[in-house]
């Protein structure tokens, strides 16, 4: 009944329809709303707890507020009564004990000049002689002041005058608009520790000052305590700085994870940095709600992606299977027949499935066509050169038949010369269709059957020469494997004709190499032994072939005479492509024949 109301509604077979109405079962929008809202009260509830530590790192700090407020004021309220008793020192120390013995809240209070000379200081004795007083002009803190006399907040693990660790408040003193120096009050480093009030549970909490300049001003660490390894790793306290009260997480010096605060004492001159352990942070609850609130969407999302996963593989990826093997076994060479059509799949697939089918049929068919042309014509062309072949060996008989009738020696060399030529023609002829491959041929063959060929006719003069040969394999391309050979043919054929007896030597002897000195490279050298007595030089025809046939490779031909040797090197680029075997052939060689005939 179903297949039946399926083949009349033929939509029903399309791959989006069947798609469509599995993935409607998915429950993807509800699980976004979900997220959504769920993700919007994490994110609040952090927010809400991120402002409950900045809170709570400012009421930590208020007391230390509260002492540096107090001390900028004073610092500011002692200026003009400083100004007054400038110019009595005793008085104006006077004035600065008695300002911190009642106060009891400061360690030490003066006056630094810009000299450096400090003379109105409440740690002077007044039992001292008259003039008595404290050298800071070498002082780190008078410099950094010089250098820009602004009001600061900085700590000292030495005071120059307590000579123990204080927090300095220095105010700069101005008579009209002339610098005349600052005013320091010192705070124990104790006292503002003391003010550090933390709630109960805050177990592993760090508060600590830092100025505006990156300087911590009260923590352990100036006690010898560790605020040094609750700090964030490889971060400067300057660069939080700027942006106001903030909350990060990041990696402390101890390697631990921790939640900081940063929030404004005084702002512009002292803030506070909390560093709070996740657990006393609570970001352990807030992962956990962000996870609660990922988990149900995603467990829905999941649900979704298994429905649409079985969907997709019924309906696709199985079919999708099955035609890739089909091309991959085509692709391979399985082409016996041609792959069946996928019929139980989507009416898409099939329709692709039919689609190969018949692109597989029409491929057989015209490689088999193909092949069969192919086949014909390496069978017509290995037919040529094997004529080319007979021929050429034809044409050797008649030169040699010809040069038994003649009785001039000049002329019987002339026409053994052109003898040995086209026996090296013929030679390349029988390699080019004895050979399997017509558009890649042996070099190092073609040219060790040429000197075999002139090396039995030199044995057949009664010359006693000793030949040596060092021919590595190399593949050429026909139309550089023919000049090649020749090339060969009369070079190594002049040094036949030219080799004499080296001094000191049993006999003559001639080498051939053919090397490659790297890739795309190819070497041919031959050289022959030359004695006291040279042979006579000829008519230059080989010289001017060797030229013809070198300009046909576009290779450099190098020669040079030694004493005892004469040596010819052409190194030459080796062709890269395919082309028709033998198509060049007759090209070479009519154009090497008539540079020849030009230069001759």
């Given at each position: 009944m179903l297949r039946r109301i399926s083949s009349q509604l033929e939509f029903t077979r399309r791959l989006g329809f069947r798609l469509g109405a599995l993935l409607s079962v998915a429950i993807l929008p509800i699980g976004l709303i979900s997220l959504v809202q769920n993700l919007h009260l994490s994110q609040e509830a952090e927010r809400s707890a991120e402002i409950a530590l900045l809170g709570r790192t400012a009421s930590a700090a208020s007391g230390e507020r509260a002492l540096l407020q107090s001390a900028l004021g004073s610092a500011d309220a002692l200026g003009p009564a400083i100004l007054e008793t400038l110019d009595r020192p005793e008085q104006c120390a006077e004035l600065l004990r008695n300002f911190v013995q009642r106060s009891g809240t400061y360690s030490h209070a003066g006056f630094v000049p810009v000299d450096g000379y400090m003379r109105c200081s409440s740690g002077i004795d007044p039992e001292l002689a008259e003039g008595d007083g404290f050298d800071m002009s070498s002082n780190e803190l008078l410099v950094n002041f010089l250098q820009n006399p602004v009001t600061t907040v900085t700590s000292v693990r030495r005071g120059a005058v307590t000579g123990s660790a204080v927090v300095l408040v220095q105010q700069p003193l101005y008579r009209d608009r002339e610098l005349l120096g600052y005013v320091a009050l010192s705070l124990s480093q104790d006292l503002l520790r003391s003010t550090h009030a933390m709630d109960f549970g805050t177990e592993g909490t760090r508060i600590m000052t830092f100025n505006n300049r990156g300087r911590v001003l009260n923590g352990d660490d100036l006690a010898g305590g560790t605020t040094e390894d609750l700090l964030p790793r490889d971060r400067d306290l300057v660069t939080l700085l700027g942006r106001g009260e903030r909350t990060f997480r990041a990696v402390a010096n101890n390697g631990e994870t921790r939640v900081f605060t940063v929030v404004p004492v005084i702002p512009g001159l002292v803030y506070a940095l909390g560093s709070w352990s996740p657990q006393t942070a609570g970001v352990g609850v807030f992962q956990l709600s962000r996870f609660g609130a990922v988990l149900l969407p995603a467990a829905l999302w999941v649900v979704s992606l298994a429905v649409a996963y079985f969907a997709v593989f019924r309906l696709v990826l199985r079919h999708i299977t099955v035609l890739r093997g089909q091309m991959r076994r085509f692709a391979i060479g399985n082409r016996d027949n041609a792959p069946p059509v996928l019929l139980d799949a989507p009416t898409e697939i099939t329709d692709v499935s039919q689609t190969f089918h018949n692109m597989a049929r029409i491929l057989i068919r015209d490689e088999e066509a193909m092949e069969k042309a192919v086949a014909e014509k390496t069978i017509l062309l290995k037919e040529v050169h094997h004529r080319v072949k007979n021929n050429l060996q034809l044409i050797a008989s008649i030169i040699n038949m010809q040069s038994r009738l003649v009785d001039d020696p000049d002329a019987k060399q002339v026409l053994r010369s052109v003898q040995d030529r086209v026996a090296a023609l013929a030679t390349i002829y029988r390699n080019l269709y004895q050979a399997e491959q017509l558009d890649a041929v042996d070099a190092d063959m073609l040219i060790t059957d040429i000197i075999g060929q002139l090396t039995n006719v030199t044995k057949g003069s009664g010359r006693r020469l000793a030949i040596q040969s060092d021919i590595q394999p190399l593949t050429m391309m026909p139309d550089q494997a023919v000049p090649l050979t020749l090339l060969a043919t009369e070079a190594f054929t002049n040094a036949?004709?030219?080799?004499?007896?080296?001094?000191?030597?049993?006999?003559?002897?001639?080498?051939?190499?053919?090397?490659?000195?790297?890739?795309?490279?190819?070497?041919?050298?031959?050289?022959?032994s030359v004695g006291a007595d040279p042979a006579e030089s000829g008519t230059g025809l080989g010289t001017q072939l060797i030229e013809a046939f070198s300009m046909q490779l576009e290779g450099d031909v190098e020669t040079r005479s030694e004493p005892d040797r004469y040596v010819l090197t052409m190194t030459f680029k080796l062709a890269q492509g395919h082309h028709d075997a033998g198509g060049d052939t007759r090209n070479v060689v009519l154009t090497s024949a008539a540079k020849a005939g030009s230069r001759h």
């Open positions: 036949l004709k030219y080799a004499t007896k080296p001094q000191g030597g049993t006999r003559p002897w001639v080498s051939v190499s053919l090397t490659s000195p790297g890739p795309g490279l190819g070497r041919l050298q031959v050289a022959n």
